[in-house]
């Protein structure tokens, strides 16, 4: 069965240091994935997407970057963190193109920005 | 563009009170559509989908039904617990894309 791993589930870090959040998956090959980021009490942004290895697209431009170094790992950084980097970050995955293709969804980072 | 739009929350209720959360979609194609769960502090899990015009998904006592002449996937649960305390999200997904399109969730407190 396919399982998705993201870490640190918690994470404090002052104003102006840098970022890196990771994210697996495992049981699948080429999957597509996910970053999205929720701040209190709102919905869900997409941040960035790969369907592939070193495809990022990026739908919000912001101080945030993403990479895939291999095919099931997914890696969100900055360089200098701001105030407004704080929400829960969530990893996902799904596959291919399909209409019924649902989303995974790791148990997400709490990230405070100090 | 697609869009979905859920209603305004939090919705309040007492245990065994009868629960509906309203989901109405635009969409360019013939989506999927689909409601996720989000406990406190934990990501999102698919609570049930329904992928064509008039199925109805269900699971765990909750149930929708995919209203093409209505564009609606309404959410509904007869009976809801206290475990039942969560933020639901409305999202569809068309043939083609890589992404879907989520509603902005609405919070469900249930109390004893």
């Known amino acids: 069965s396919q399982t998705i791993h993201q870490w640190p589930a918690t994470l404090v870090q002052p104003v102006g240091s840098p970022l890196s959040l990771e994210c697996t998956v495992e049981?699948?090959?080429?999957?597509?994935l996910y970053w999205y980021r929720q701040a209190a009490g709102r919905g869900l942004q997409l941040l960035f997407y790969?369907?592939?290895?070193?495809?990022i697209s990026s739908e919000v431009p912001q101080n945030l970057s993403a990479s895939r170094p291999q095919d099931r790992q997914f890696i969100l950084s900055s360089k200098k963190l701001l105030l407004s980097d704080s929400g829960f970050y969530l990893c996902a995955w799904s596959a291919g193109q399909g209409f019924k293709n649902i989303q995974y969804f790791g148990a997400g980072t709490r990230l405070s920005v100090l | 563009g697609d869009s979905v739009t859920q209603m305004e929350g939090p919705v309040t209720l007492s245990e065994e009170a009868f629960l509906t959360i309203n989901c109405t979609y635009t969409?360019?194609?013939?989506?999927?559509l689909f409601w996720y769960v989000q406990y406190p502090g934990e990501g999102l899990q698919l609570l049930l989908k329904?992928?064509?015009?008039?199925d109805k998904g269900s699971n765990k006592g909750f149930e929708a039904t995919y209203r093409k002449e209505t564009t609606s996937f309404h959410l509904e649960k007869g009976s809801v617990q206290v475990s039942d305390s969560a933020v639901y999200f409305c999202?569809?997904?068309?043939?083609?894309?890589?992404?879907?399109?989520f509603g902005r969730g609405t919070s469900l407190i249930v109390h004893p």
């Open positions: 999202a569809l997904r068309e043939g083609g894309s890589y992404i879907p399109t």
């Open positions: 329904a992928t064509k015009a008039d």
């Open positions: 049981g699948t090959s080429n999957p597509n």
């Open positions: 969409a360019t194609g013939y989506p999927s």
């Open positions: 790969s369907v592939g290895i070193g495809q």
